[in-house]
């Protein structure tokens, strides 16, 4: 995703958002802005049922975010963990345990998350 302006600075407002349970799993959510984002997951699944699932993840994301009159500040992110998905009667559960790069075990993030179909 990219920020199209004429102005010099993108507003907080007007700059993209990542971090967290949908994107970069182990990092705050929202942890992140930019003009410019970019992340990829990559999910190794192991089926349990129809609709749950155990997995290991590696997730990695780049930003580039301009303050004031400063150079951009760009950076690459990654992270890593495991996760599952378990099926409810009130939908799929999830919890995922993320590590970012660079931090120990101990630093890492446990991410809920409850999907459900109307």
Request: proline letters at 0%.
């Amino acid at each position: 995703k990219k920020v199209r302006s004429g102005e010099k600075v993108a507003s907080l407002a007007d700059v993209y958002r990542f971090g967290g349970t949908g994107s970069m799993r182990g990092y705050r959510e929202d942890e992140f802005i930019g003009e410019q984002v970019a992340w990829v997951n990559l999910e190794y699944r192991y089926l349990l049922a129809q609709n749950s699932r155990a997995f290991i993840f590696s997730d990695a994301g780049y930003y580039s975010h301009k303050r004031d009159d400063q150079k951009a500040i760009e950076d690459t992110k990654f992270s890593y963990g495991f996760g599952v998905r378990i099926e409810t009667r009130l939908g799929i559960i999830g919890v995922d345990y993320g590590l970012a790069e660079g931090r120990g075990l101990s630093s890492g993030l446990v991410h809920i998350g409850l999907t459900n179909k109307f």
